[in-house]
């Protein structure tokens, strides 16, 4: 199947780790993704994943892959006012050059 | 290196009339992706075009939807006879050519956001 979910709200107070979650139900993706939606604007990429990778750092940003699950996370740490947004958990198929599909997408929110 | 550029940004248009969707991908890139997002939902997967080719339109609805992707010039999103449920914003987003390092990001234009009176 297609199918990438995701939660659709996710609130957190400023300076704390935001964790969004997601899952998927096509074994076979090459790489998975994180894409930030801020408002009005288009998506950008965050962060990607291999499929035999089960985890990537970039600075304030851990992603975490349980392929077993089929369970994708990303970690935000130390949360800040702009990273409010929309939060896009996605997926390739079988190869690179196969459609990506997304999910529909966390939006979080951040309270002082 | 100018983005992925599309026009209009907004849209307005009737019940029954038509509306025409540009999309100039990034410099290099000949891989064109729409997607559409409805208020309050996800981005839901269109059609996925190379020039002068349909490679994948299994998410384009039967009838009124139709793309392209000219050798020269932007692809383009028509949809006629417009009906109330179109009002979305519709992304392009465009990738560089396959590659042995090409890990498949896309990169998105700002969208068109249609409205259907």
């Known amino acids: 199947g297609e199918d990438v979910e995701q939660s659709l709200f996710l609130s957190v107070r400023e300076g704390d780790s935001s964790v969004i979650n997601c899952t998927y139900t096509d074994s076979s993706s090459t790489y998975l993704y994180w894409y930030k939606q801020e408002p009005g604007a288009g998506l950008q990429l965050l962060t990607y994943?291999?499929?035999?990778?089960d985890m990537k750092q970039d600075q304030r940003l851990t992603v975490l892959l349980n392929k077993k699950d089929k369970h994708l996370s990303l970690r935000i740490a130390d949360t800040q006012t702009g990273d409010s947004a929309i939060y896009f958990c996605?997926?390739?198929?079988?190869?690179?050059?196969?459609?990506?599909?997304f999910g529909s997408g966390t939006r979080l929110s951040i309270r002082p | 290196n100018a983005g992925v550029m599309q026009n209009p940004r907004h849209l307005v248009r009737r019940r029954g009339q038509e509306a025409r969707l540009r999309c100039s991908p990034m410099?290099?890139?000949?891989?064109v992706y729409w997607y559409r997002q409805l208020p309050e939902e996800g981005l839901k997967f269109m059609v996925y075009l190379q020039k002068e080719n349909i490679i994948d339109e299994s998410g384009m609805p039967k009838e009124r939807f139709s793309a392209e992707f000219p050798k020269e010039g932007p692809s383009i999103l028509r949809i006629q006879q417009v009906v109330r449920g179109d009002s979305a914003a519709y992304f392009c987003?465009?990738?560089?050519?396959?590659?042995?390092?090409?890990?498949?990001?896309?990169?998105f234009g700002e969208g068109s956001r249609l409205t259907v009176l």
């Open positions: 994943i291999f499929s035999n990778m």
């Open positions: 410099k290099g890139h000949s891989h």
């Open positions: 987003a465009s990738s560089p050519d396959l590659g042995g390092t090409n890990t498949g990001e896309l990169f």
């Open positions: 996605a997926r390739t198929g079988y190869s690179s050059a196969s459609k990506i599909i």
